[in-house]
T-cell receptor
């Protein structure tokens, strides 16, 4: 069990560019979550997948954001036409589905995005 | 809408002291509650998870309690060490959504020598 991994760890981009982040969950976990954390705040929920199905999206996830989880394994989060307000830490977490245990969420190290 | 509050926002204690971090939530219909640790610029490390039917959980020097009816949880750290310095986050999962975690803003702890 290697834990949740995220790539890249840091990304600096210019306003208006598109960026894509990747998350690899713990292998046996069928649920995958994306959160966003700004400085001094707790993480805020963006979206989650059960297997390949995207089951819930937050209102924070504007139409410039899109997430995918093909084949129910890794996930990508793309931000189009980045804005300075998108600068944040993007965190990925994974868990087992409810009813299979505690469904404890395990987090990756995050991707720090800076939009200049 | 669930809201989670953590008090105090920051805390500084000398090494060896026992301390308590507080977390309150507005909607008592929770599935579970997790306490996390976050070091600067890093991801979150899960410390303890308490199911809604439980009153407390212990791991080493950490003890977390849950009073669901009053919407409160505490994290007790015994014999604090400089390595405990970090931000501690409380998060709840509601029974309705049963998916996302709602986080507090955290308590930034510094343990001094």
């Amino acid at each position: 069990d290697t834990g949740v991994s995220q790539d890249p760890r840091h990304k600096i981009t210019k306003r208006g560019q598109n960026v894509t982040f990747r998350c690899d969950p713990i292998s046996e976990h069928n649920r995958l979550y994306w959160y966003r954390q700004t400085l001094g705040q707790g993480p805020e929920f963006l979206t989650y997948f059960q297997n390949e199905a995207q089951l819930e999206k937050s209102r924070l996830l504007s139409d410039r954001f899109s997430a995918e989880r093909p084949k129910g394994s890794f996930s990508t989060l793309e931000i189009q036409r980045t804005e300075q307000g998108d600068s944040a830490m993007y965190l990925c977490a994974s868990s087992l589905a409810l009813g299979t245990g505690k469904a404890e969420q395990y987090f990756g190290p995050g991707t720090r995005l800076t939009v200049t | 809408k669930q809201e989670v509050t953590q008090i105090p926002a920051a805390l500084s204690v000398p090494e060896g002291e026992n301390l308590v971090l507080n977390c309150s939530f507005t909607d008592s219909a929770i599935y579970n509650l997790q306490w996390f640790r976050q070091d600067p610029g890093k991801g979150l490390t899960s410390l303890l998870l308490i199911q809604s039917s439980q009153r407390e959980q212990t791991s080493g020097r950490l003890n977390a309690s849950l009073d669901k009816s009053s919407g409160r949880s505490t994290l007790y750290i015994a014999a604090s060490q400089p390595g405990d310095s970090a931000t501690y986050l409380c998060a709840v999962r509601n029974t309705g959504t049963a998916s996302k975690l709602t986080f507090g803003t955290g308590t930034r702890l510094q343990v001094t020598l």
